[in-house]
T-cell receptor, first 114, second 116 residues
């Protein structure tokens, strides 16, 4: 049973346009959500996070939106740049024992076309 | 900028051999995680340490995998004997840990294991 789902394996966007990556989750107990970017042969790099008490968090070109009633979050990248081409993982956290355990989606491969 | 260190970056071994991976977390991070990532999938937690203690190893195949963090700093993950299905990327992550409301995990570069 996949608790975190990224239903789009890939996404292509023109440089300068908006990239929207989506993520759905099933466990209503998740209270912390993160997005990671991963290049081939490297570890995931933390991008942005959001707590369940918020519905939006912004950091430069990256904005994460959380819709708790729909159990849905999205990552917006504006404007998209060729260097953004990577695999993006959505992760959901469940607090416990003083730290978070994360459940990851399968990832969405973003290609930004120059 | 502080980073999580892992070695080796790549490891090729034959089936039934023993392999070991090393991780040095960001200084001051109490929590350390080992994940396994199979191609096309997201990382899956194998084991979580809080200082030197195991918090969760429910997904660790204990018949062949072992992990330790003896002094609560660096950690070793061992597989003995390795099987073909163990081929994957092994990722280490660390976070500040206890008392943190938003406990971001930071990942190392990973070890790519190939079992022949």
């Amino acid at each position: 049973d996949q608790q975190v789902k990224q239903n789009s394996p890939s996404l292509s966007v023109q440089e300068g346009r908006i990239s929207i990556l989506n993520c759905d989750y099933t466990n209503s107990m998740f209270d912390y959500f993160l997005w990671y970017k991963k290049y081939p042969a490297e570890g995931p790099t933390f991008l942005i996070s959001i707590s369940s008490i918020k519905d939006k968090n912004e950091d430069g070109r990256f904005t994460v939106f959380l819709n708790k009633s729909a159990k849905h979050l999205s990552l917006h990248i504006v404007p998209s740049q060729p260097g953004d081409s990577a695999v993006y993982f959505c992760a959901a956290g469940l607090s416990g024992a003083g730290s978070y355990q994360l459940t990851f989606g399968k990832g969405t491969k973003l290609s930004v076309i120059p | 900028e502080a980073e999580v260190a892992q070695s080796p970056r790549y490891k090729i071994t034959e089936k039934s051999q023993a392999v070991a991976f090393w991780c040095d977390p960001i200084s001051g991070h109490a929590t350390l995680y080992w994940y396994r990532q199979i191609l096309g999938q997201g990382p899956e937690l194998l084991v979580q340490f809080q200082d030197e203690s195991v918090v969760d190893d429910s997904q660790l195949p204990k018949d062949r995998f072992s992990a330790e963090r003896l002094k609560g700093v660096d950690s070793t993950l061992k597989i003995q004997p390795a099987e073909l299905g163990d081929s994957a990327m092994y990722l280490c992550a660390s976070s500040l840990g206890v008392g943190q409301n938003t406990d971001t995990q930071y990942f190392g570069p990973g070890t790519r294991l190939t079992v022949l």
